[in-house]
């Protein structure tokens, strides 16, 4: 168990719908960033926040949004949903807003759009 | 923009040997550079952050470089096992430091 927990694991949804899914980070952690992973492809940086504001944002399509709380967990926002959004979500978290100390990585939320 | 190149074909090792990958990236050079894991369907895991001013660092079987002038990190595992079988992504800042980028990855399979 890494400390940050994603939930669901696995979501299947239909194309055009709207999924949220949540991140909370280890403990102490004040950041958190989204990522994408296709299949067999790397991952892709959606957007980070820290301390509940948004500091970086990557190749995030408009039809996705993010917020992070004051207690501060996160969740991701996926809505029109289309098939090429089916990927694994990854949530990962830092102890600052920088990655100097590396992240720790959730186990990921699967998403099959059909 | 900085890239990252890590060697997309898999690397097939002898169970016992030493599995070297390579990680190679374009422009500047960044502060740090860091080394991570991924088993199919997981998160990857952090392993080891090696700073610009560190030419080697070691942890347990693990030995990462840094070679500056060559643009070059190599993540060495000395007597491998099948259980190291997964896939190893270097990454490392960009000129903001908020967040990494990303190698593709390096599948590596240790054959018992």
């Known amino acids: 168990d890494s400390g940050v927990t994603q939930t669901p694991k696995h979501l299947i949804t239909a194309t055009g719908q709207r999924v949220t899914l949540r991140c909370s980070p280890r403990?102490?952690?004040?950041?958190v960033y989204w990522y994408q992973q296709s299949l067999d492809q790397g991952l892709q940086f959606l957007i980070q926040?820290?301390?509940?504001?948004?500091?970086a944002k990557g190749n995030i399509l408009e039809r996705f949004s993010a917020q992070q709380f004051p207690d501060l967990h996160s969740e991701l926002n996926l809505s029109s949903l289309e098939l090429g959004d089916s990927a694994l979500y990854f949530c990962?978290?830092?102890?600052?807003?920088?990655?100097?100390?590396?992240?720790?990585f959730g186990s990921g939320t699967r998403l099959t759009v059909v | 923009s900085q890239k990252i190149e890590q060697n997309s074909e898999a690397l097939n090792i002898q169970e016992g040997k030493t599995a070297t990958l390579t990680c190679n990236y374009t422009?500047?050079?960044?502060?740090?550079l860091q080394w991570y894991r991924q088993d199919p369907g997981r998160g990857p895991v952090f392993l080891l952050l090696?700073?610009?001013n560190e030419k080697e660092k070691r942890k347990e079987r693990l030995k990462v470089t840094f070679d500056t002038t060559l643009k070059q990190s190599l993540f060495h595992i000395t007597a491998s096992q099948p259980a190291d079988s997964a896939t190893y992504l270097c990454?490392?800042?960009?000129?903001?430091?908020?967040?990494?980028?990303w190698g593709a990855g390096t599948k590596l399979i240790i054959k018992p």
């Open positions: 990962a978290s830092s102890v600052e807003g920088s990655a100097n100390y590396g992240y720790t």
């Open positions: 403990s102490g952690d004040l950041s």
């Open positions: 926040y820290y301390n509940g504001e948004e500091r």
């Open positions: 422009n500047y050079s960044p502060a740090y």
């Open positions: 090696i700073r610009e």
């Open positions: 990454a490392l800042p960009p000129d903001s430091n908020y967040q990494l980028i």
